[in-house]
């Protein structure tokens, strides 16, 4: 009867101990659609026109999940972001910001629910997303303003740094496709995301004044396929 239960408990231990040791890390790749929204001087970091200053653009990205609860991954997306006096109450100023975004990054994101691979129990699970950005910029000026003299203009391409913030959900489809959610904040190592800023000799005579940096809220909808053997 003993040699029987030691037998029998070598077996359960066995099992368990392939269960344990099966890999959970797995490629995961997916496309987004999104909504952008500027978060700067011009609209005073409001977002009261939300839905007529919301700009659409695509992404995608590649992801290693190396557990059921951390991932890393590169992303590239492609939008624009959108402002106007007349939406804050300054018709007479007529600034606008139409400035087109390239970010490329790199990002980890963190689950609060074990997903993924061996986990089919859970259906959907809250993350939390956190990134780094290469971002290219440029933008459309409004020829129409009269820009003052503090005012100096950049028409040309920009190159900056940015982060981006967020948390969203995570729904399963299927085995190996899953549906994506999430809101983010991207800030912008620059403050001239809007093609102008105040000049220097401006700044230094009204040190109360500043050039603050810019950033976006952005929404992001999209659908992934894991690539393993079940």
């Known amino acids: 009867m003993r040699t029987k239960f030691i037998i029998a408990a070598l077996f359960a231990f066995g099992a368990f101990s392939v269960q344990a040791q099966r890999p959970t890390s797995f490629l995961e790749l997916g496309g987004y659609?999104?909504?952008q929204n500027y978060l700067g001087d011009v609209n005073g970091n409001s977002l009261s026109a939300f839905t007529s200053e919301a700009k659409f653009g695509v992404g995608a990205q590649l992801k290693y999940n190396f557990s059921s609860l951390l991932s890393v991954g590169a992303d590239v997306n492609f939008g624009s972001v959108y402002s106007h006096d007349n939406l804050h109450?300054?018709?007479?100023?007529?600034?606008?910001?139409?400035?087109?975004l390239l970010q490329m990054g790199l990002f980890t994101n963190i689950h609060f629910i074990p997903f993924g691979k061996y986990n089919l129990r859970h259906s959907h699970t809250p993350f939390v997303h956190v990134g780094l950005n290469a971002v290219t910029y440029q933008p459309n000026l409004n020829t129409n303003a009269q820009y003052p003299e503090e005012i100096a203009l950049y028409p040309g391409t920009g190159h900056t740094f940015g982060y981006t913030l967020g948390m969203g959900w995570r729904i399963r489809r299927s085995l190996?496709?899953?549906?994506?959610f999430g809101i983010y904040y991207n800030g912008f190592g620059a403050s001239n995301i809007e093609g102008f800023n105040y000049t220097t000799e401006y700044l230094e005579a009204n040190p109360g004044t500043r050039n603050t940096l810019d950033g976006s809220l952005t929404l992001k909808l999209g659908m992934s396929l894991g690539f393993f053997e079940q």
Do not use: P
């Open 89 to 100: 109450g300054n018709d007479t100023r007529d600034y606008v910001v139409d400035t087109e």
């Open 33 to 35: 659609g999104m909504s």
């Open 176 to 180: 190996k496709s899953f549906y994506n």
